[in-house]
């Protein structure tokens, strides 16, 4: 059973419809790529399973429906959404910021763990720790919101746009470590990215939506292969 | 010299009262971008709560911190009832339901306990001390001891333990904290159950001076702006120092212009927050309003 599934999911902003009818599924420690234009509805999907835009059809989780719940208990539940513009809390400071990710969890000889191996991946996050988030770059902010996503120790990360702003060498970096987290922490993750051959190298399946439908889903290494998908939708 | 000393002692310890105040107009300003013009009239309702318990025969000792707990339930109640299904409201709506709040307060206190004055008792004694040559009530140090470990408290609260963490965070980024699984309305809730729990102690601080009637902060509430403005509104330790300032400043104003006296204090007060406003806006702690596009 997969993991996360969306069926015919429509959602919007008031009365302007930007999901017409999405289907997708992320397997369990899976990771999966939403491609497709601005405006196709990537970042609505995402919103959509972590309750911020009403939505109809069904979204489960686990099994779970997560149907009327709030955003808090989705999370609480076991999802990561690290936002577009990354969610940082600039008026804290780096650790606070990490805190935030842990301060759930319980098990406190594991999240001592889990510390150490973030500032293993990002050592620039321990040396700043005491700043206020708001003195990071581009890349250390994105850097700060995958740790604190990591901390949560989620089963689901939702990914959006990790790339974006930032140079390509921090890129490469950064994608490194989403390889690396979701193998070694068995954390499956939903990817939304405009870098689409970013997206199809690091993911194993692929959904690429197109205002706001599903227009072609399949394996990456598949849709990288197959040159009209990649012309017509993925633009490389 | 000495006396000039007296009365800075003195407006420091009525400043802690304008701190108290002040830090809880901070605590919701933060929380919700909102001047809460209830907040002095919640302060006077707990000083009843406490003039009540005293009034039955209860320890002052008992009897304040049982107050401060009231308070802050009554706090989130009213967070709950009143300030919850508005939330979203323009600022314009809040601050009207906030005003309306203030009479609704002052009426019900008026209609509970009547308009007569009455005194209150202070658990410090009348008497003054010598400090290195200045004469120094010990009801002016007991106020300041008092107002101190307050602010203490709300400092180690908000910057030392999770719960103050994730209040702060749901006050400056609530879709932001939501995704990290925090419980944002009851984190609001949670200020303003904070809020009118500090404000209580500026009312039980406040009423042996001035004596416990319904418009007894009417005139504190102006001094708890003028040092939250001063310290820049959104700063609580901004508004702490703010108070201290207001406290002396106003003290040495009534003491030392000419015609000040006690009636026209309360001019001192809104001539700060004029002056705070025309010449640094953003007061002494507080940051300028710098958006990136």
Do not use: C
């Not at chain 1, 930032?166 to 470590?177: C, N, Q, S, T």
């Not at chain 2, 209860?58 to 802050?72: C, D, G, M, R």
């Not at chain 2, 204090?265 to 007061?283: R, S, T, Y």
């Amino acid at each position: 059973m997969a993991l996360l599934e969306l069926e015919n999911v429509r959602a919007g902003y008031g009365p302007t419809s930007v999901l017409h009818d999405v289907s997708l599924s992320v397997p369990e420690a899976g990771v999966v790529s939403l491609l497709g234009a601005n405006g196709a509805g990537k970042t609505t999907t995402l919103r959509a399973i972590t309750g911020g835009v009403r939505w109809t059809g069904d979204i489960r989780f686990g099994g779970r429906s997560l149907r009327r719940m709030s955003t808090e208990d989705v999370v609480r539940g076991g999802i990561a959404h690290v936002p577009e513009g990354r969610g940082i809390l600039t008026e804290l400071t780096v650790d606070e910021n990490l805190k935030l990710g842990s301060h759930l969890r319980r098990d406190g000889a594991e999240v001592k763990k889990d510390y150490d191996r973030v500032f293993e991946y990002f050592p620039v996050l321990k040396e700043r720790r005491r700043l206020s988030a708001s003195t990071l770059s581009g890349g250390e902010q994105q850097m700060l919101a995958l740790a604190r996503a990591l901390l949560m120790k989620p089963r689901l990360m939702l990914l959006d746009e990790p790339s974006l702003g930032l140079a390509p060498i921090v890129v490469r970096a950064i994608f490194e470590i989403i390889k690396t987290i979701n193998q070694t922490s068995n954390v499956a993750v939903l990817l939304v990215e405009q870098n689409a051959r970013l997206a199809l190298d690091v993911s194993s399946s692929a959904y690429v939506l197109e205002v706001g439908r599903v227009a072609v889903h399949g394996d990456s290494a598949e849709l990288q292969g197959n040159e009209s998908v990649r012309r017509s939708y993925l633009g490389y | 010299m000495q006396e000039f000393l007296q009365q800075v002692v003195g407006g420091i310890a009525i400043g802690g009262i304008f701190a108290s105040l002040a830090l809880a107009l901070v605590l919701i300003y933060n929380a919700m971008g909102l001047v809460n013009f209830a907040q002095g009239e919640m302060a006077m309702l707990a000083t009843f709560v406490a003039y009540t318990l005293i009034n039955r025969g209860i320890s002052y000792w008992i009897a304040f911190p049982v107050t401060l707990v009231v308070a802050f339930a009554g706090g989130i109640v009213i967070q709950r009832i009143v300030i919850r299904p508005v939330e979203r409201a323009p600022i314009l709506t809040l601050v009207i339901i906030t005003l309306g709040l203030a009479t609704l307060v002052n009426g019900l206190a008026g209609f509970l306990f009547g308009y007569v004055p009455r005194s209150f008792p202070s658990p410090f004694s009348a008497q003054s001390a010598d400090v290195a040559g200045v004469f120094v009530s010990y009801r002016d140090l007991g106020v300041i001891a008092m107002s101190g470990l307050v602010l203490l408290a709300v400092y180690l609260l908000l910057q030392r333990t999770t719960v103050g963490l994730t209040m702060r965070a749901a006050a400056h980024h609530p879709e932001a904290s939501r995704l990290l699984g925090v419980h944002v309305s009851w984190m609001l809730a949670l200020g303003w159950g904070l809020a009118s729990a500090v404000g209580a102690v500026s009312g039980i601080m406040v009423a042996p001076i001035l004596l416990l009637e319904p418009n007894m902060m009417q005139s504190i509430i102006i001094y708890a702006f003028a040092a939250a403005v001063l310290g820049g509104i959104e700063s609580p330790l901004g508004a702490v120092v703010g108070g201290f300032v207001v406290g002396v400043t106003v003290n040495l104003a009534g003491a030392y212009i000419p015609h000040v006296g006690g009636d026209l204090q309360l001019a001192v007060g809104l001539a700060i927050i004029v002056a705070v406003l025309i010449l640094k806006p953003n007061g002494l702690f507080g940051r300028a309003a710098v958006r990136r596009v």
